[in-house]
């Protein structure tokens, strides 16, 4: 079992910088992949980014790619997500997930994913 908890989540002005940290505990020899969804109210839960639990891939959404980058913290069993220049369609709840399998590609999909955290809460004002 991996227990998953993110933070870094708040409220924050269009055209800034935020970093979402999830950390790892449990089981994490188990983990393959770390990933980063988010969901807006009344949408469904998209693919952000990912990253191999090894450091040794990272995968982004093609429409966050350009203002997110993902990395992990070996020392700490954390996955950083740093997102640039938010705009409030960026508002949304941003989960954090962990795979058993280490993927080769991006695309992710929430059922690729076994493990979640509770969320963290994002708002971005204009």
């Known amino acids: 079992q991996v227990q998953l908890v993110e933070s870094g989540g708040g409220l924050v002005q269009a055209g800034d910088s935020l970093t979402l940290s999830c950390s790892a505990s449990?089981?994490?020899?188990?983990?393959?992949?770390m990933g980063w969804f988010r969901q807006a109210p009344g949408k469904e839960r998209e693919f952000v980014s990912a990253i191999r639990w090894s450091g040794s891939g990272t995968f982004y959404a093609n429409s966050m790619k350009d203002r997110v980058t993902i990395s992990r913290d070996n020392a700490k069993n954390t996955v950083n997500l740093q997102i640039y220049s938010l705009k409030p369609v960026d508002t949304a709840v941003y989960y954090c997930a962990a795979a058993r399998h280490a993927y080769v590609r991006g695309n992710l999909l929430p059922i690729d994913f076994e493990s979640w955290g509770q969320g963290t809460q994002v708002t971005v004002s204009s």
């Open positions: 449990g089981r994490t020899a188990n983990i393959g992949t």
